[in-house]
């Protein structure tokens, strides 16, 4: 007969003890679930056995197997569940100190556990005999039959990863061990999350921590936590929760739903509201799907040698998606926010799988990136990435998220490529759009943000070789997109076209507002200011042998030939033709021309890519 047990805790820390409850004795064998090294042999007692964990174990996800092996082959949801005589368990960490962090989603494990078995699971999610309270102290609650976690977690083992692993009740007021690490990894099927969990990932993120979904339909209901952790709440229902009106942010439906109103977006960047399912028999078609890249300049595709519009990950995209509302803005996909989607969210990779519907849920896939504070969150949005790692390209973009989200905080500021190589010769920000002028003396716009969008042509700007916008209106000016002539003009922008203000410096190829003062720089090496409302120009030293001029926040930048940011504070009175020095900011600028705005600096030139990055 087979044995029954459950552990007393879905994790320990290394040098610990761990309890697990049999209905009967029993030999024990315990592995290393990521690559099947056993660990330990022994025998169990009954009722009641401590596993004592020495201190050498390394931090992963282990597997106790209480008498002979059972046959459990992979299958579908609902099919034969993880045996009642294998209890799965992490080892944490006993001094965190591994760059990632990789959460086990436990409290799916349980919620599908004993499915549809009246009042034994929380499933069938509409199911009248549904429970609504399921306990973690009985057998079962392993991994689903489909594996969805198995197929990272032994890829990364395999490619020498330093990961440390907790189980994902570790981050039910978890911010303190999140800290530890620079990247929480979330992995396969992780559906069900507390309010603790939620509120210490993001704030980890908003401090500086960086997130990586490889997962999908991921934060779709929430729960409650009862009896030391040991109980898991989910009505599913608002009228069914006692919750609704003693604390409504707690009540346990989806996240998205009223009264909780709190969509996973802003956790994730994306939601199984817009995303797809095919399940049961159907499930099988999730093999014949792919990715649409999107945004292939994109650090995340890099080295995988795709160009927009070619497929890749055949197979990844099942059984359920996740996905962001987005708008196709010339053949580029824009995210709207309109779901609660991040505005810096960019997406990367698309799949059309509306024609779901008749197999389960009809929507889309996002693939995307956004930044939240002072962190990066990265989304697969699906279940079954992991089981897609034997793809170059696939394994390839893994790397690089996972590479670059977890390197040590100031290894070097990067340029991120935002749009497709143009020849510019001048650039400015107003509001949210930023304005460029081409070679060819166009006039071109486009939104201010992380996506590849197209420029737009709004109209001529021939001579303009320097674009600024002022901050405020000040002297008489008002606030709008200014523009200076190789020919000494000074002019504004006025839909549909220029208007002269007045004179400037000849030779002019670059202008600048800092300090309520308008700056030219002229390709004689020269720098001149014009105070708002003053009559006329007056010399204000080098221009540090600037290409192209800045500013931002009262300060000004310049842009050498040799690809060097300088910048200096402008003085109130210029004492002498070299006073003050330009000092050096930042080497290796990707471009010819740039502007400065809100803390970031945007480049371009002939035949580069529009890149950014923080000031």
Same mark, same amino acid.
């Given at each position: 007969m087979t044995v029954r047990a459950y552990a007393t805790s879905t994790s320990c820390v290394q040098g610990a003890s761990l309890g697990f409850v049999l209905d009967r004795p029993a030999p024990v064998v315990v592995t290393d679930a990521t690559d099947d090294r056993v660990v330990f042999e022994g025998f169990a007692s009954a009722p009641r056995w401590e596993l004592d964990i020495p201190a050498g174990w390394r931090s992963s996800l282990y597997r106790a197997r209480f008498g002979p092996e059972e046959p459990w082959p992979f299958g579908l949801p609902g099919s034969r569940p993880c045996p009642d005589n294998e209890v799965y368990f992490v080892v944490r960490q006993a001094v965190p100190s591994s760059p990632v962090l990789l959460s086990v989603p436990f409290t799916t494990w349980q919620a599908y556990n004993r499915a549809g078995e009246p009042g034994q699971s929380v499933y069938w999610t509409e199911s009248p005999t549904r429970a609504a309270r399921v306990t973690f102290d009985r057998p079962g609650g392993g991994p689903p039959p489909e594996r969805w976690e198995e197929g990272l977690m032994r890829w990364l083992r395999r490619g020498g990863y330093d990961v440390a692993y907790c189980s994902n009740l570790d981050l039910h007021d978890g911010l303190d061990l999140l800290s530890r690490h620079r990247l929480l990894i979330v992995n396969g099927h992780d559906e069900y999350w507390s309010l603790g969990m939620r509120d210490a990932v993001e704030e980890f993120v908003r401090r500086g921590g960086n997130v990586a979904f490889f997962s999908g339909n991921t934060c779709w209901w929430q729960i409650r936590l009862e009896d030391g952790g040991r109980t898991m709440v989910c009505h599913r229902d608002a009228v069914s929760d006692p919750m609704a009106a003693a604390d409504p942010r707690q009540t346990t439906v989806e996240w998205s739903a009223a009264p909780v109103n709190r969509p996973e977006n802003a956790l994730t960047g994306v939601s199984f509201r817009a995303g797809a399912g095919t399940w049961g028999p159907h499930m099988s078609r999730m093999l014949e799907e792919s990715y649409t890249t999107r945004f292939a300049a994109h650090w995340v595709f890099e080295?995988?040698?795709?160009?927009? =519009?070619?497929?890749? =990950?055949?197979?990844?995209?099942? /059984?359920?998606?996740?996905?962001?509302?987005?708008? +196709?803005?010339?053949?580029?996909?824009? !995210?709207?926010?309109?779901?609660?989607?991040?505005?810096?969210? &960019? &997406?990367?990779?698309?799949?059309? %799988?509306?024609h779901w519907s008749a197999y389960g849920q009809g929507g889309m896939t996002t693939m995307g990136v956004f930044t939240s504070g002072l962190g990066t969150v990265f989304t697969a949005a699906t279940v079954n990435w992991g089981n897609g790692l034997h793809d170059p390209v696939v394994d390839r973009i893994t790397r690089n998220v996972i590479d670059r989200l977890s390197a040590p905080v100031g290894g070097g500021e990067r340029w991120?490529?935002?749009?497709?190589?143009?020849? #510019?010769?001048?650039?400015? &920000? %107003?509001? *949210?759009? #930023?304005?460029?002028?081409?070679?060819?003396?166009?006039?071109?716009?486009? +939104?201010?943000?992380?996506?590849? #969008?197209?420029? *737009?042509? &709004?109209?001529?700007?021939?001579?303009?070789?320097? %674009?600024?916008?002022?901050?405020?209106?000040?002297? =008489?000016? !008002?606030?709008?997109? /200014?523009?200076v002539t190789h020919d000494g003009r000074l002019l504004r922008h006025d839909e549909p076209g220029w208007r002269e203000v007045g004179p400037a410096p000849e030779s002019a190829i670059g202008l600048a507002v800092a300090d309520c003062t308008f700056w030219v720089a002229t390709s004689s090496g020269e720098l001149w200011r014009q105070p708002f409302g003053s009559g006329g120009w007056e010399p204000a030293g080098s221009s540090g042998g600037a290409v192209a001029l800045g500013g931002m926040n009262g300060r000004l930048f310049a842009l050498d030939s040799e690809g060097c940011l300088l910048t200096r504070l402008p003085p109130p009175v210029i004492d002498g033709p070299d006073d003050p020095a330009w000092e050096s900011h930042a080497e290796g600028v990707p471009g010819t021309t740039f502007t400065a705005h809100a803390?970031?600096?945007?480049?371009a030139g002939r035949g580069t890519p529009l890149r950014w990055r923080h000031v």
């Open positions: 080295g995988t040698e795709l160009t927009d =519009g070619d497929k890749f =990950g055949q197979g990844c995209l099942g /059984y359920e998606t996740d996905a962001a509302e987005f708008e +196709e803005v010339g053949e580029v996909p824009r !995210a709207t926010g309109r779901d609660g989607t991040p505005s810096s969210f &960019v &997406v990367l990779a698309t799949a059309d %799988l509306r991120d490529v935002i749009g497709p190589p143009a020849d #510019l010769r001048a650039l400015a &920000v %107003l509001g *949210r759009t #930023l304005y460029a002028v081409s070679a060819d003396g166009t006039l071109l716009a486009r +939104e201010l943000c992380g996506q590849n #969008l197209p420029w *737009r042509p &709004v109209g001529p700007a021939e001579g303009v070789h320097g %674009l600024a916008v002022p901050r405020e209106a000040a002297g =008489g000016l !008002a606030v709008g997109l /200014y523009g803390g970031l600096i945007v480049a």
